[in-house]
């Protein structure tokens, strides 16, 4: 008897040993603010779907904690003389099924990437990334082994581009650019890959646990056999999804999530919370609020937005400052250039493209006198005294943005009498559908950064380009971004650099945009876990070097 | 019997190809953007629409659409989990949405029924006032906020059930949901039983089988509940309906990949996604078609009069 009762002392023992072995794994609770939509990288177009993807594979190069691309997968590379061939060796690094990595998974990915023409092939094109022949096979249809991408041997990665494209080792951390196993993927029923944990192979700092698609709640755990588990101290992460920022702050008090954002009015509330404020950290989200305008003569009374007085009258009637302080109250900045602050730097001087917010004041800022004399010169060149436009905005786009797009309705017509906005609330999917079909005056739009270069904004104004929603064309800008992509100043980084700025200024003193503010999120973070990198560039949230408590 | 149960079950179909075609055609002259890309150039955006076939004649893309749809597959998400057969992102949300609505319509059936049968026996007591009393309240809070409540006190406050539903441990972390789902059917079942057995109470034969001598469990559940049911029935199919298919509010609030949620997904997210659209559309009209049929033939089972009426019709 006593003997056993011994053993089931024991047992209990051991059992509770085991319960507090469970108990103690540090899974990381993380808010999502929307469902991940896929896990392949040709298909993937959100955030949240990167970050995940960015967990589980590691590509050629990583961020380190402040955005520069450092060696991931790659050991090290060359770069031919000409800045046009890039070299990749690779280190010893296993996918979660044994298999070795090597060259040849990231030929068979880019390969597909060019051949599907996906939301994210452009990276490879000539507006990006100038990998030699992506153009014609992305849009051309041509055959995808002519990529100007080569497996050498295992270990060895050769790119060839079309001319040197100076941030091309940054656009390495992006999942567009990571490999996948041919061998994995062809083994797979079609449409299969990545929607669950058996048809995902990682190869990063955590695998997939537990994942299906649509899912609400999803989790990876650590990689034991990532080439570099030792930095990583998470035992996993717990992804939740969140659909309101209410819900968000209780789940967060009640400990269910560790990592949470927050809407702009729980900001102030949190503030005053000493248990909050401690915790309270605002990261940038780095996509800018913009307004667009259609310049064509089917939109905004035949066309009238096309004179460029009138939109200069409009950007100096907006408050900026009172935008960010009273509506979006996040901790979004105001900002007065085409390109937004916080994600492009200098390479040569580090210093950050967009750091002088004063640059263009004499075209932007809040100036409601210098909105009225632009506004008059506008009436006399147009020969009208009053104007009705309407603006469009997003009603499913974050809390603020109705009240955003009434405070700037409210500014606007107190500083230029005679004009009149109208706002309209839709979708964004309508939104969207509104201004690539150039059916819309004035929209409140935004544009977060694919890369960590000033052109992921300005080459959007160019003639013809597809994001280039008022049809402003410009001779000498086209001329200058071409310059700047394939011509005169790829090889010159500081003159390039220049050239950039030159052509911003195009923008902006024709006010072919009118900036808004560049969007911060306000996140919650149980104290004790540390580690977490924020970047408002490609990978939103990385967990590499995270700890908790 | 079966001549009648068979023309229903044709009607039903017919009906369901119509809503189909309509649905097939209708979300085609929505706004919004079945791929909506910011980063795809015209050609590139040209091409997927040829890969799916959206710029064939409606009637050929009807055509091969109901072909596929007959072989079970509902094809793949235009914008949506794109790259995941609907099928399996479907029937995740489905079995999630069906087990607690189911939990729900049965937790509020059964309690409801009991709270009818309570207050009509207890008809103008103490008892009755109360069951009036909770069943108004519970068809007048919407279930999220009772939904919210139940979160906020049993998660939260007393912190016993998970925040956000886990499917790793789906009993337990669908209680809440389907507690909170069960509130409006259990009132609605609860009042109208009450107020059909109070009226059987008072019918003729009810008075004669008590004149017979008949009383107490036998005479309720005999006479009086089975026909104070036929009415609760009709009540019942569009509840069970409204269940199954989910709560939108309740799913997105508690975190569940459910139907409900994945159509407000489908339609307001960055595009409009026509294939999850359809095939959830396809899903609810035969949920809801089934479920009258279901109820149109049980009538028959509960009282024979309908049956013989059916009859007669086709004579």
Request: aromatic share 12%.
């Amino acid at each position: 008897m006593k003997k056993l009762f011994c053993m089931l002392l024991a047992l209990v023992m051991l059992a509770s040993c085991a319960v507090s072995a469970v108990a103690e794994e540090k899974y990381l609770g993380v808010m999502l603010s929307t469902n991940v939509m896929s896990l392949d990288t040709n298909l993937a177009t959100d955030g949240e779907s990167f970050e995940v993807i960015a967990d589980c594979i590691d590509g050629l190069m990583q961020m380190d904690a402040d955005g520069a691309a450092i060696p991931a997968i790659a050991e090290s590379y060359d770069l031919s003389d000409d800045g046009t061939v890039y070299t990749f060796h690779l280190r010893d690094a296993k996918w979660s099924n044994g298999a070795a990595v090597t060259a040849k998974d990231f030929e068979f990915a880019w390969k597909r990437i060019a051949k599907e023409a996906g939301e994210y092939a452009y990276l490879l094109d000539t507006s990006v990334g100038c990998v030699k022949n992506a153009d014609a096979i992305i849009y051309e249809g041509a055959d995808p082994d002519t990529l100007g991408v080569k497996a050498i041997d295992d270990k060895t990665f050769e790119v060839t581009l079309e001319v040197p494209v100076s941030f091309f080792p940054s656009l390495m951390y992006f999942p567009t650019f990571y490999p996948i196993n041919e061998e994995f993927y062809n083994s797979l029923e079609e449409g299969t890959y990545g929607t669950s944990p058996e048809t995902f192979l990682c190869n990063g700092a955590f695998v997939l646990e537990d994942y299906t698609p649509g899912t609400a709640t999803l989790s990876v755990k650590k990689n034991a056999d990532y080439w570099d588990a030792d930095r990583v101290k998470l035992d996993g992460i717990k992804y939740q999804v969140v659909g309101s920022s209410d819900n968000a702050l209780t789940a967060y008090r009640t400990g269910a999530l560790d990592l949470v954002t927050i809407s702009g009015n729980q900001v102030a509330a949190a503030q005053k919370d000493a248990s909050l404020s401690q915790s309270l950290k605002v990261t940038g989200a780095g996509y800018m609020w913009y307004l667009s305008f259609s310049q064509t003569e089917k939109n905004a009374q035949n066309g009238k937005l096309a004179n460029a007085n009138l939109r200069l009258a409009i950007t100096n009637a907006i408050d900026r400052d009172n935008l960010v302080d009273n509506y979006v109250m996040d901790g979004s900045l105001a900002t007065y250039t085409a390109v937004p602050p916080q994600f492009a730097a200098s390479s040569t001087t580090g210093e950050d493209f967009s750091a002088d917010q004063d640059a263009f004041l004499d075209y932007v800022g809040y100036d409601p006198e210098k909105a009225l004399e632009y506004f008059e010169t506008a009436k006399a060149e147009l020969g009208v005294d009053s104007f009705e436009f309407t603006m469009i905005y997003g009603n499913n786009e974050g809390d603020e943005v109705a009240k955003v797009a009434q405070a700037i309705k409210e500014d606007v017509e107190d500083a230029l009498p005679g004009l009149v906005i109208n706002l309209q609330p839709m979708t964004k999917a309508e939104r969207l559908d509104k201004m690539q079909n150039d059916n819309y005056d004035v929209a409140l739009t935004r544009w977060g950064p694919d890369y960590a270069d000033p052109m992921t904004y300005l080459g959007m104004w160019i003639t013809d380009n597809s994001n280039n929603y008022g049809f402003w064309s410009n001779a000498e800008y086209d001329q200058l971004i071409k310059d700047c992509t394939i011509g005169a100043y790829i090889t010159d980084y500081d003159a390039r650099w220049a050239a950039l700025f030159e052509a911003e200024t195009l923008v902006m003193q024709e006010a072919v945009i009118a900036p808004l503010y560049t969007k911060a999120n306000a996140n919650l973070i149980t104290s004790g876990v540390a580690g977490v990198e924020f970047h408002p560039v490609a990978l939103n949230r990385v967990y590499k070097n995270a700890t908790i408590e | 019997m079966l001549k009648y149960v068979l023309k229903r079950i044709g009607m039903a179909l017919l009906t369901l190809l119509i809503i189909t075609f309509l649905l097939f055609f209708l979300v085609r002259v929505m706004p919004g953007n079945p791929f909506p890309s910011e980063r795809m150039s015209a050609e590139q955006i040209a091409n997927k629409r040829a890969e799916m076939g959206l710029d064939d004649p409606i009637l050929t893309q009807f055509v091969r659409y109901m072909g596929n749809v007959l072989q079970g597959d509902f094809g793949k998400g235009t914008s949506l989990y794109n790259g995941a057969p609907i099928k399996t992102v479907l029937s995740t949300a489905i079995s999630n949405s069906f087990r607690i609505g189911g939990a729900a319509i049965v937790l509020g059936t059964l309690v409801g029924l009991l709270l009818g049968i309570t207050a009509a026996l207890n008809k103008g007591k103490f008892l009755d006032g109360f069951c009036t009393v909770f069943s108004i309240l519970g068809v007048c809070v919407p279930s999220y906020v009772f939904l919210i409540f139940l979160q906020y006190t049993f998660s939260f406050k007393i912190p016993f059930f998970p925040y956000f539903f886990d499917p790793t441990r789906f009993a337990f972390s669908a209680v809440i949901p389907s507690l909170s789902l069960s509130l409006f059917t259990m009132s609605t079942i609860a009042r109208f039983t009450r107020n059909e057995m109070v009226e059987v109470f008072d019918s003729d034969y009810v008075r004669l089988a008590e004149a017979k001598g008949m009383y107490g469990r036998k005479l309720v559940l005999k006479h009086v509940l089975r026909n104070a049911l036929i009415p609760i029935v009709t009540v019942l199919a569009p509840l069970v309906v409204d269940l199954l298919t989910g709560a939108l509010v309740v799913e997105k609030i508690y975190g569940i990949n459910g139907i409900g949620k994945l159509m407000v997904d489908a339609i307001a997210g960055e595009g409009i996604d026509y294939n999850y659209v359809l095939a959830l559309g396809i899903l609810y009209s035969a949920l809801y078609i089934g479920i009258m049929l279901v109820v149109d033939l049980l009538y028959g089972v509960l009282d024979p009069r309908i049956r013989v009426s059916a009859k007669g019709e086709e004579a």
